[in-house]
């Protein structure tokens, strides 16, 4: 059983007798015992690893990571402790992003002049239940060898557990295929984005004159994705995951954007695709991250499907087919586009590395590309900004191509 630093409880002969306080309970009935961090109670989620070996609290704030607990490979997690700016959600208020935070060593001591807060207290203000003592890596093998297991993360001081309970509704937990769970953190009110990137000394900026007019799609967005595009003098408006084709073609955008998110991409077909088939037929510039990148799969008449182990680190190797260049970016998704499936007018431009699965495409016929992987880089290695230039010289060319055509 793994080794735990917990409750100080000692037997008749005084020997410390460690009580778990916290328990990871799998859905095929396996109990792996630790010591709680963060909010006590117990919640439900698909346990995947993240081999980040930095950007643990743009992790834990990705809405990405809805419906999943993260098991980190990295053994140094709380080394930099939290902060107000480096959280990714927009929603501020509640903890809409991931369910669980399973850790081997005890949180790290903070050492760095930008933390406010120590982790452990800031994982139980945000309500996110974690564990420490776990073998991360026997666990990270174990998802390796069977893909990705159901769990519920338990957090009890007093050890006081009801196993064959958790157990049970462990087995009970839906698959991650079919979920949909983009309305639980798309934003409700349409607001308009013109802050920055943070720089040393000034911290976040704002937005001067704008040049082009983006309308963001929000199925779960990060504030990074929107800083690249204010830096780069977009004015920026994020919707809803319910907005209309009409409602976005009223605000007359020089290019749309699709934005990562959570679950399951063929879960949400019923709104995303119809919408996103009008803007296409717009011809209207388009660009999309992740769960965007999914989308636009969808529809334009692909499909997608459940990966084994899915991809989450900040280490993943990919390469832009279309230079020959590799590149080393963030990834955090479970479910890919199959590229048997993609149609004739969807080119293949990224490929990972790691297992050859699809990490890009773009349409031969309208203006529109999209990319599985993070191009913000927050947290990660910033080899894919690239991409938002990319876009704005795509609106660039469209708005040369629509003046040249003779009135
Ligand atoms: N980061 C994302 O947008 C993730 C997309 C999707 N939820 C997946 O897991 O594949």
Redesign the pocket.
Known sequence: MVQVNSTDARDSDGWAEPIPTALLVLADGTVLEGAGIGATGQSAGEVCFNTAMTGYEEILTDP?YAGQIITFTFPHIGNVGTNEEDVETINLAANSGVRGVVLHADVTEPASWRATRHLNAWLASRGIVGITGIDTRALTALIRDRGMPNAIIAHAPDGGFDIEALKQAAAALPSMAGLDLVPGVTSAQRFDWDETSWQLGDGYGKRGGARYHIVAIDYGVKRNILRLFADRGCRVTVVPATASAADIMALEPDGVFLS????D?AATGDYSVPVISALLDRKLPTFGI??GH?MLSLAVGAKTVKMHQGHHGANHPVQDLTTGKVEVVSM????AVDRDSLPANAKETHVSLFDGSNCGIALTDIPAFSVQHHPEASPGPRDSHYLFDRFIAMIEAEKAKAAAVPA
Request: hydrophobic share 15%.
């Open positions: 990405s990562n998110g959570p679950g991409p992740c769960l999914q955090n998704h479970g479910f």
